[in-house]
């Protein structure tokens, strides 16, 4: 296990729709995390269209701090959308993201920063334990299985959005998904592009504001139908081939 050198810099991004609850301590805790890990910082928010009160407390943080980057999308361009624009935008040799709804813990990014030593350049978080209503416990965990299997994936949680990756990696693919399956499409293509990876537990939180946008039935049919034409493009092509 071979540590890094120096003060690697890193790029903290969320994306944001309709957290007005949540992104403020998300953003604060983002840049208390980021100063005891590294003086080389960015932090970013990609604001997907949100009709609370989220863009009014963003700006307000950006007059505090300077090293805050605020995107803002005119429209909703879901998911995938959000999390490409803030691959983008990120400029330092680490990235690292998770959701503006505060079901993750961003302070947790200490634990994947110790992990990503140099012979790793992906690290993935795993649920310990799910913390959300029954049924979407259910399509989550089978939405999780599922997507494993199809696109023979090499970490077990895809469905866990708290990953710290190098920016060299992220630059060697193209992500085409304007939906949550932009988690597998992320995944398979850094696998793909020689990604090496290590994962880890970390907690998940009950949703105190706002809502998923995930688990609805227009959002999900969305999801799946690009699932199945990534699995097209990713798995079944390398068949067809051969």
């Given at each position: 296990?071979?540590?890094?050198?120096?003060?690697?810099?890193?790029?903290?991004?969320?994306?944001?729709?309709?957290?007005?609850?949540?992104?403020?301590?998300?953003?604060?805790?983002?840049?208390?995390?980021?100063?005891?890990?590294?003086?080389?910082?960015?932090?970013i928010v990609?604001?997907?269209?949100?009709?609370?009160?989220?863009?009014?407390?963003?700006?307000?943080?950006?007059?505090?701090?300077?090293?805050?980057?605020?995107?803002?999308?005119?429209?909703?361009?879901?998911?995938?959308?959000?999390?490409?624009?803030?691959?983008?935008?990120?400029?330092?040799?680490?990235?690292?993201?998770?959701?503006?709804?505060?079901?993750?813990?961003?302070?947790?990014?200490?634990?994947?920063?110790?992990?990503?030593?140099?012979?790793?350049?992906?690290?993935?978080?795993?649920?310990?334990?799910?913390?959300?209503?029954?049924?979407?416990?259910?399509?989550?965990?089978?939405?999780?299985?599922?997507?494993?299997?199809?696109?023979?994936?090499?970490?077990?949680?895809?469905?866990?959005?708290?990953?710290?990756?190098?920016?060299?990696?992220?630059?060697?693919?193209?992500l085409t998904?304007?939906?949550?399956?932009?988690?597998?499409?992320?995944?398979?293509?850094?696998?793909?592009?020689?990604?090496?990876?290590?994962?880890?537990?970390?907690?998940?939180?009950?949703?105190?504001?706002?809502?998923?946008?995930?688990?609805?039935?227009?959002?999900?049919?969305?999801?799946?139908?690009?699932?199945?034409?990534?699995?097209?493009?990713?798995?079944?092509?390398?068949?067809?081939?051969?």
């Amino acid at each position: 296990m071979k540590r890094r050198k120096g003060s690697p810099s890193i790029s903290i991004f969320f994306p944001c729709y309709n957290d007005a609850g949540s992104i403020g301590k998300l953003v604060e805790d983002a840049f208390t995390t980021a100063r005891k890990i590294t003086p080389d910082y960015e932090v970013i928010v990609v604001d997907d269209g949100s009709t609370d009160r989220s863009r009014i407390i963003l700006k307000s943080l950006a007059k505090k701090h300077k090293k805050l980057k605020l995107i803002f999308h005119d429209k909703n361009k879901g998911y995938g959308g959000a999390l490409k624009s803030g691959f983008e935008v990120a400029t330092k040799e680490y990235v690292f993201y998770t959701d503006g709804d505060g079901q993750y813990d961003v302070r947790e990014l200490s634990i994947l920063w110790l992990l990503m030593t140099d012979d790793v350049n992906f690290v993935n978080g795993i649920k310990m334990s799910r913390q959300d209503p029954s049924y979407r416990i259910f399509i989550g965990n089978l939405y999780s299985f599922v997507a494993r299997w199809m696109f023979i994936l090499p970490t077990y949680d895809v469905d866990c959005d708290f990953r710290l990756i190098r920016r060299d990696l992220i630059k060697k693919i193209k992500l085409t998904s304007m939906s949550g399956s932009i988690c597998v499409e992320l995944v398979k293509k850094c696998q793909r592009a020689g990604a090496k990876f290590r994962q880890v537990s970390v907690h998940h939180y009950q949703r105190k504001h706002g809502q998923s946008q995930f688990f609805k039935p227009s959002r999900l049919l969305s999801t799946f139908k690009e699932l199945s034409l990534l699995w097209i493009d990713l798995v079944a092509a390398k068949y067809i081939k051969l």
